[in-house]
T-cell receptor
Framework: ETGVTQTPRHLVMGMTNKKSLKCEQH?????MYWYKQSAKKPLELMFV???????ENNSVPSRFSPECPNSSHLFLHLHTLQPEDSALYLCASSQDFLPSSPLHFGNGTRLTVT | AQTVTQSQPEMSVQEAETVTLSCTYDTSESDYYLFWYKQPPSRQMILVIRQEAYKQQNATENRFSVNFQKAAKSFSLKISDSQLGDAAMYFC??????????????FGRGTSLIVHP
């Protein structure tokens, strides 16, 4: 399988639940990203990992916890979320240090917090 | 900080006609790349076209072309012979080196393109 794969596609969770989003890339990229996409709002960069080191943490609340165990996998651990966290969460990968390298996106996880 | 502005929240075009989506950006860098991405209702964002800042020649990919005006910091996307499948959200993005060497992209707010049959 090639490209960027995100699971699950849809997730409904209560405010007290703990869940994780998974992202996997088979493109040999060395950078991975989490974005939040809400209706009527710009795309929000949440976290960036380059060579498995976190290089960006864009003032994201601590109820979102990223994990990058290797260059092919990225997780977003969720706990005690709020209804305003309901959104489409997009994972992407690219070749860092190569500015011409575009981002390759997954299909996203549609998260609903009840 | 770099910013990317897409001033058209929504555009519409008749099938087979041509439409231009605008994008401006603000940067003090001289070396950077610009991208247009398409996000159809199926949600997966895909690359449409990219432009290197030091190349004066406008990039083209089949029916998609850009008008890159470096001095004006403008990077518009022209879609010729529009097709129903072109209906999507289009995002303009900028990428240049950040401190530490990472190239973190900056995205515009997006333009929703509606194609009328």
């Amino acid at each position: 399988e090639t490209g960027v794969t995100q699971t699950p596609r849809h997730l409904v969770m209560g405010m007290t639940n703990k869940k994780s989003l998974k992202c996997e890339q088979h493109l040999g990229h060395n950078a991975m990203y989490w974005y939040k996409q809400s209706a009527k709002k710009p795309l929000e960069l949440m976290f960036v990992y380059s060579l498995e080191e976190r290089v960006e943490n864009n003032s994201v609340p601590s109820r979102f916890s990223p994990e990058c165990p290797n260059s092919s996998h990225l997780f977003l651990h969720l706990h005690t979320l709020q209804p305003e966290d309901s959104a489409l969460y997009l994972c992407a990968s690219s070749q860092d240090f190569l500015p011409s390298s575009p981002l390759h996106f997954g299909n996203g996880t549609r998260l609903t917090v009840t | 900080a770099q910013t990317v502005t897409q001033s058209q929240p929504e555009m519409s075009v008749q099938e087979a006609e041509t439409v231009t989506l605008s994008c401006t950006y603000d940067t003090s860098e001289s070396d950077y790349y610009l991208f247009w991405y398409k996000q159809p209702p199926s949600r997966q964002m895909i690359l449409v076209i990219r432009q290197e800042a030091y190349k004066q020649q406008n990039a083209t990919e089949n029916r998609f072309s850009v008008n890159f005006q470096k001095a004006a910091k403008s990077f518009s996307l022209k879609i010729s012979d529009s097709q129903l499948g072109d209906a999507a959200m289009y995002f303009c993005a900028y990428r240049s080196p950040q401190s530490g060497g990472s190239y973190i992209p900056t995205f515009g707010r997006g333009t929703s393109l509606i194609v009328h049959p």
